[in-house]
């Protein structure tokens, strides 16, 4: 039986993520307002989000290797034609991240929490021996030589936007929680305060300590991804996993869970709709080069947000499954 709350909260990701790539690739800096507080709170943590419910999504349907292989594949392909426009985006990433998870499908707990405190280990290595600013112009988020062999592994692993090390921590957390009885409302209550005492937890380094170098070691920022980053964003979303999974019942009693579960079960579809529609507009009406303010950004992308609900529950009781759905169901059948 399918857990809904789990596509609700992969459309609130989702529309996070709509927030943070509007105001990144509408070139609006943040001004310190709420608009602007909001979008950078949400920032590598919406994402993070995403990838710990695609872990999810893998053991609750008990993936095998073949179908995540296939799955992997579609990915990759779907995200390397959207780096063409969008060079922020994560389904190549994903592919890695599916990839890399297939020793781990049927791994005991132990094993998945061994491999995220490897992967922490590893990221915390790297950072200490590469240089995390290689390849990049970060005054107009330009990374030289991507298309290269060495510049892409370098990208994707290390220093792109959602690197494998360490992004790929949050998907075994998902392996993990997705074992978890997510209908248990006691699991849930747990979910949503050790979550929160975890993302409390993981920024208290950066607000504690005085030495500069330290701090910025110990950064939660989502650049670069350090330990703290990494333990703060997971916290965040099994806190935000949990919250919504405990309020599912009440959406559904107001009648508002369709609107979010629809457009959730299609947040691939949509995810490449947002960068070829809402940007594409966006770039057609000449407002992809710092025009807009912070609340302008911010409001176009919750009519984004809106527009891709009733789009979703339209599609999905037409069709069923999001046009991406429906590929990625015919890939992995084959």
């Given at each position: 039986?399918?857990?809904?709350?789990i596509?609700?909260?992969?459309?609130?990701a989702?529309?996070?993520?709509?927030?943070?790539?509007?105001?990144?690739?509408?070139?609006?800096?943040?001004?310190?307002?709420?608009?602007?507080?909001?979008?950078?709170?949400?920032?590598?943590?919406?994402?993070?989000?995403?990838?710990?419910?695609a872990?999810?999504?893998?053991a609750?349907?008990?993936?095998?290797?073949?179908?995540?292989?296939?799955?992997?594949?579609?990915?990759?392909?779907?995200?390397?034609?959207n780096?063409?426009?969008?060079?922020?985006?994560?389904?190549?990433?994903?592919a890695?991240?599916?990839?890399?998870?297939?020793p781990?499908?049927?791994?005991?707990?132990?094993?998945?929490?061994?491999?995220?405190?490897?992967?922490?280990?590893?990221?915390?290595?790297?950072?200490?021996?590469?240089?995390?600013?290689?390849?990049?112009?970060?005054?107009?988020?330009?990374?030289?030589?991507?298309?290269?062999?060495?510049?892409?592994?370098?990208?994707?692993?290390?220093?792109?936007?959602?690197?494998?090390?360490?992004?790929?921590?949050?998907?075994?957390?998902?392996?993990?929680?997705?074992?978890?009885?997510?209908?248990?409302?006691?699991?849930?209550?747990?979910?949503t305060?050790?979550?929160?005492?975890?993302?409390?937890?993981?920024?208290l380094?950066?607000?504690?300590?005085?030495?500069?170098?330290?701090?910025?070691?110990?950064?939660?920022?989502?650049?670069?991804?350090?330990?703290?980053?990494?333990?703060?964003?997971?916290?965040?979303?099994?806190?935000?996993?949990?919250?919504?999974l405990?309020?599912?019942?009440?959406?559904?009693?107001?009648?508002?869970?369709?609107?979010?579960?629809?457009?959730?079960?299609?947040?691939?579809?949509?995810?490449?709709?947002?960068?070829?529609?809402?940007?594409?507009?966006?770039?057609?009406l000449?407002?992809?080069?710092?025009?807009?303010?912070?609340?302008?950004?911010f409001?176009?992308?919750?009519?984004?947000?809106?527009?891709s609900?009733?789009?979703?529950?339209?599609?999905?009781?037409?069709f069923?499954?999001?046009?991406?759905?429906?590929?990625?169901?015919?890939?992995?059948?084959?």
């Amino acid at each position: 039986m399918r857990v809904t709350g789990i596509d609700t909260a992969r459309f609130f990701a989702y529309c996070g993520m709509v927030l943070v790539n509007f105001r990144l690739a509408a070139e609006v800096s943040s001004t310190g307002d709420w608009p602007s507080r909001i979008t950078d709170a949400l920032e590598g943590r919406a994402a993070a989000l995403f990838v710990v419910l695609a872990g999810v999504g893998l053991a609750l349907g008990r993936a095998r290797t073949s179908d995540t292989l296939k799955r992997a594949v579609v990915l990759m392909t779907l995200g390397l034609l959207n780096l063409t426009i969008f060079e922020a985006d994560i389904l190549h990433f994903y592919a890695f991240y599916f990839l890399a998870a297939l020793p781990f499908l049927s791994a005991s707990p132990k094993q998945l929490w061994l491999a995220i405190l490897g992967i922490l280990v590893l990221s915390m290595a790297a950072h200490l021996v590469l240089d995390y600013d290689r390849n990049w112009t970060w005054d107009t988020l330009y990374y030289e030589g991507f298309w290269t062999v060495d510049g892409f592994a370098l990208h994707t692993l290390f220093n792109g936007w959602h690197p494998v090390l360490p992004w790929l921590a949050f998907l075994l957390l998902g392996l993990w929680l997705g074992r978890l009885p997510l209908r248990r409302r006691s699991v849930q209550l747990t979910m949503t305060a050790v979550g929160s005492l975890v993302a409390a937890a993981g920024a208290l380094p950066q607000h504690a300590l005085q030495d500069p170098d330290l701090r910025a070691l110990l950064d939660t920022a989502m650049i670069p991804p350090g330990p703290t980053y990494v333990i703060a964003a997971s916290g965040s979303a099994v806190a935000a996993l949990g919250l919504v999974l405990l309020l599912q019942p009440v959406l559904d009693r107001l009648r508002i869970a369709p609107w979010l579960i629809a457009p959730g079960r299609m947040a691939l579809s949509l995810y490449l709709l947002h960068i070829l529609v809402g940007m594409g507009t966006l770039e057609a009406l000449g407002l992809l080069g710092g025009q807009l303010s912070t609340s302008g950004i911010f409001a176009i992308s919750l009519l984004a947000c809106a527009v891709s609900a009733v789009f979703g529950v339209l599609w999905t009781r037409a069709f069923g499954l999001g046009p991406l759905e429906q590929l990625m169901r015919w890939v992995v059948k084959r």
